[in-house]
């Protein structure tokens, strides 16, 4: 047996639920109040609770079912004591999925006060005309009272014809119908009592119940006398309820809701069609007792569901559990269950309404959330990389312990804590940067390299990737933070580079070693070799041989003054560097020139040095005599042939430096085309087959290892200014 939802019983109307045998399957509390009945009389036949009835009634309801029309009627009874008792009645039914009648509502009214009422009023109406309205057919003219014109809301002098008193009717299918009954009356004198809308003058749709009797002479109607009644709040409640009553019952066939009822008294339990779909049985085979529910049950949740059903009854709490229930095919579903408990003046439990709702595709999917959460936990307390999850203004909301042991902190210290208050400063901002493209939705992660401050204020790399997490809202709710500490690769990333560093400045040394060698010795070697060929002319006078003989000399001592040099370069590099000494520049200049006396007297060079005796500067000695030796040769090797050469060699001071000048007029060199190149390794410029191209290479990086600069100006056919700067000694 099914019920209706309990909004049924609060219908303000005598209205009932019959199955197609007349079976009661439920009435509202004004039917029980209006025939002062129990609530016995559900899932009895209704006219052997009721037998005084109308047999039209019967009647009535049996042609509803078979044709699914709607009637409303009216008729009296006369009872064996001579008693008339009137009944007005509608019927319509209820149509199931596939459009079988299964359902009828009948709305039934004892209206024998109403009609005695009606007599009067009718008396009454006969004098003063309130609320009818007549239609003379011999005289073609139509009376409306004043309620009727109230109703009409037209004016009091206002007098229609019969077409525009039909015109009032709404258009459709109440115009339509009141067409017909007005034809029919006329033309067969039957009656009508029909509830229809009109459009009043005034725009207004209303509801109207229209009665009106033919009166018939000599077979012809003659007139048509009527009524007016306003049924419009009636009538609106009437579909309004079963607007809802629909909807609802959409509602819970859509959601998959049960609706049932237990008599708690007569533990009588009564389910909705919903009902049996949700614990998967046929109607036919439910007892209705309370423990036919029982046996649905899994048997372990049934001793805890059965408490909370007792506890609800006897006052302590509300319904409100879940269950799980067992089908026929032995498949295993999820129930909500809701309930409340109508209880009599002394708080009695009579009946408990509530509803089923099967949850198993939300249990299930519950059940595989809390796995996940379980799992993830877990992940996030044993996992060997920090990870922590952090709230959108930086707090921490969670750490795990790999986490701590990175940073020195206790879990709850740094639960006092921010991100922002661990990040070392110069990190933070290119953090948040990210952390805002984040937030803006331009990214949905990001991973970076930064630097935290442990407990004890120690730095700590970390490489650090962050995730946000979203509520079901779509919004950030907090960040999910995976903190890899690579303070161990960094700092052998730190020692690599120092030992790459150190290769490299080794190489460097080498080549520059390399370089001094060569050239230096190669300078030694022209020389002497220039002198030996002097000593080997039989043509010179013995004073020339003596100066021949004292250059060999000087030449000599400036070979084993530079191999005395190269030698210390070689102790500097293999880790006995002392700070750069202060080396007299004059000096040095001096001892170059003398060592390519040689080599200035064959090419005849003119050379002029302007430094002071008190100028000294810092650096190791074979580098400044390789600098000064490569920008001197230079200039001579680079000579104009069409000129007498000379090399200017002057010094001044400047700020903490001594700027060292080196002018020649040779060929000059083309700074627009090679000014960039000027100082690069293998790059030469005159196709000079001597040169190698390395040695300004070398020179520049000479100069820069002792802390000075290099700088030229030059010009094609004029010459060239190499002017060198070395700290002051």
């Known amino acids: 047996m099914t019920i209706p939802h309990t909004r049924f019983r609060k219908i303000p109307v005598p209205l009932a639920l019959l199955s197609t045998n007349f079976e009661l399957i439920d009435v509202s509390e004004k039917w029980l109040g209006h025939f002062n009945l129990s609530e016995d009389i559900i899932g009895k036949n209704l006219f052997s609770s009721m037998p005084d009835l109308p047999g039209e009634l019967v009647l009535d309801i049996k042609n509803c079912s078979s044709k699914g029309d709607y009637s409303s009627q009216r008729a009296p009874v006369v009872l064996k004591n001579g008693e008339i008792i009137w009944y007005e009645w509608k019927v319509d039914v209820l149509e199931s999925d596939n459009s079988n009648i299964n359902e009828v509502l009948l709305v039934l009214e004892d209206i024998t006060e109403k009609k005695l009422d009606e007599a009067l009023s009718l008396k009454s109406e006969q004098v003063a005309r309130i609320g009818g309205w007549e239609v003379d057919l011999i005289h073609n003219t139509i009376y409306w009272s004043k309620i009727t014109k109230e109703i009409h809301e037209v004016e009091d002098d206002y007098t229609p014809t019969l077409e525009q008193g039909i015109s009032f009717y709404k258009e459709g299918d109440s115009r339509d119908t009141i067409t017909r009954l007005v034809q029919n009356g006329m033309d067969k004198g039957e009656p009508w009592d029909v509830e229809l809308q009109i459009v009043t003058f005034k725009g207004k ?68 069609s919903n009902m049996f779909n949700l614990y998967g049985i046929q109607e036919s085979d439910f007892t209705g007792g309370y423990k036919a529910w029982e046996t649905c049950v899994l048997p372990e949740d049934l001793e805890r569901t059965t408490k909370e059903v007792q506890d609800a009854i006897e006052g302590k709490k509300t319904l409100d559990t879940s269950f799980r229930i067992t089908w026929s095919n032995g498949e295993i579903r999820w129930i909500k269950a809701e309930a409340t408990v109508i209880r009599d003046d002394k708080g009695n439990a009579l009946k408990m309404i509530g509803i089923n709702q099967d949850i198993s595709e939300l249990k299930t999917t519950q059940l595989q959330l809390e796995k996940s959460e379980e799992s993830l936990q877990g992940a996030f307390e044993n996992s060997s990389v920090g990870m922590a999850l952090v709230a959108l203004d930086g707090t921490f909301i969670s750490v795990n312990q790999s986490l701590c042991r990175s940073l020195g902190y206790t879990e709850n210290e740094l639960l006092e804590l921010t991100f922002q208050d661990i990040t070392h400063p110069d990190d933070l ?8 493209e984040v937030i803006e939705g331009s990214r949905r992660t990001y991973q970076i390299e930064k630097r935290y401050f442990d407990k004890n204020g120690q730095i700590v790399y970390v490489l650090l990737t962050v995730t946000a997490v979203k509520n079901w809202q779509g919004e950030i709710s907090h960040f999910i933070s995976q903190i890899v500490d690579i303070s161990a690769r960094i700092e052998a990333e730190k020692k690599l580079k120092s030992i790459l560093q150190v290769t490299t400045d080794q190489n460097k040394s080498l080549l520059n070693f390399a370089h001094i060698v060569s050239h230096n010795l190669r300078s030694h070697a022209a020389n002497l070799s220039m002198i030996s060929s002097f000593l080997l002319d039989g043509e010179l006078s013995e004073e020339e041989q003596k100066d021949t003989m004292g250059m060999l000399g000087r030449a000599s001592e400036g070979l084993n003054e530079t191999i005395g040099h190269l030698n210390e370069v070689v102790q500097v590099k293999l880790g006995t560097e002392k700070e750069l000494s202060a080396i007299p520049l004059k000096k040095v200049v001096n001892k170059i020139i003398t060592d390519i006396s040689a080599l ?47 090399i200017t060699i002057e010094a001044s001071l400047e700020e903490e430096y001594v700027k060292l000048s080196i002018k020649d007029n040779g060929m000059g060199i083309d700074l627009d085309k090679y000014g960039e190149k000027l100082f690069g390794m293998y790059k030469t410029f005159h196709g000079n087959k001597d040169a190698k191209g390395i040695g300004l290479f070398i020179t520049k990086n000479q100069i820069e290892s002792i802390g000075g600069r290099i700088a030229v100006e030059s010009q094609v056919g004029v010459g060239t200014n190499f002017t060198v700067k070395l700290l002051k000694g």
């Open 600 to 646: 200035i007297h064959e090419n005849k060079v003119v050379v002029d040095i302007v430094i002071p005796t008190s100028f000294k500067v810092k650096g190791v000695p074979a580098y400044i005599e390789s600098i000064i030796l490569n920008l001197v040769t230079n200039a001579i090797k680079y000579r104009d042939p069409d000129k007498r050469a000379s």
């Open 205 to 272: 749709d209303l509801w109207v119940r229209a009665i009106g009797e033919p009166e018939i002479i000599n077979g012809q109607c003659v007139r048509i006398t009527g009524t007016f009644q306003d049924i419009d709040r009636r009538k609106k409640a009437e579909i309004e309820y079963k607007k809802v009553s629909d909807r609802l019952m959409l509602a819970t066939d859509k959601s998959r809701i049960g609706i049932w009822e237990l008599d708690v008294t007569n533990d009588e339990l009564l389910w909705d």
């Open 429 to 436: 901002q290119i953090d948040l940067s990210l952390l805002h």
